[in-house]
């Protein structure tokens, strides 16, 4: 496969995690009102662990087959975004076997951080070039790899991850106060 093609597939990919993103929070807000929310809802904290390890997991192997198999070097906001992603991979999979929803807000606060990096560098990307400052040692960067649909770039990817994986995790949150 081709770096344009799985580019594209990654891009396609997280327009539909956004999409799922969106109809996840109208399901947290309308779960109450709507009987057959609630049910997707239960099921969905149930879930979320699972599948909070599932994305971060693969996100974690996708960035490194970035770095280390076709040799595109991360920006020092990208290693950021990293460094609040990998340790959740970890963290999701002890949650798991242990059976212990108490990492919740320890993914919140990682993800939020993750976020943080992710919009700067997003925008770094995106906004005129020398619009904001470049806090790269060796990568810029405002370096585009990726730029699909008008919008979504590495940064962009990351931060759209981040706000699923936030979702999943208030979904967590209700099945812990049960």
Not at 44 to 55: K, R, Y
Not at 82 to 101: C, E, H, N, S, T
């Amino acid at each position: 496969m081709s770096l344009e093609t799985l580019n594209f597939w990654l891009s396609l990919g997280t327009l539909a995690m956004q999409g799922a993103t969106l109809v996840l929070i109208a399901v947290l807000f309308l779960d109450k009102k709507i009987p057959e929310l609630g049910k997707i809802s239960a099921l969905l904290s149930s879930w979320a662990l699972w599948l909070g390890f599932v994305f971060a997991l693969t996100a974690s192997a996708l960035t490194l087959y970035y770095s280390e198999v076709l040799g595109i070097e991360p920006c020092s906001l990208c290693w950021w975004q990293r460094i609040f992603l990998y340790p959740q991979v970890i963290m999701f999979g002890i949650a798991l076997y242990k059976r212990d929803l108490s990492i919740v807000t320890y993914s919140i606060a990682l993800s939020l951080a993750g976020i943080a990096f992710a919009v700067y560098n997003h925008a770094l990307q995106v906004l005129p070039s020398g619009t904001l400052p470049c806090p790269a040692q060796g990568v810029s960067c405002a370096q585009r790899f990726v730029f699909e649909f008008g919008y979504i770039t590495f940064p962009m990817m990351s931060l759209s991850l981040f706000a699923f994986l936030i979702v999943l995790m208030l979904f967590a949150r209700k099945a812990a106060a049960k």
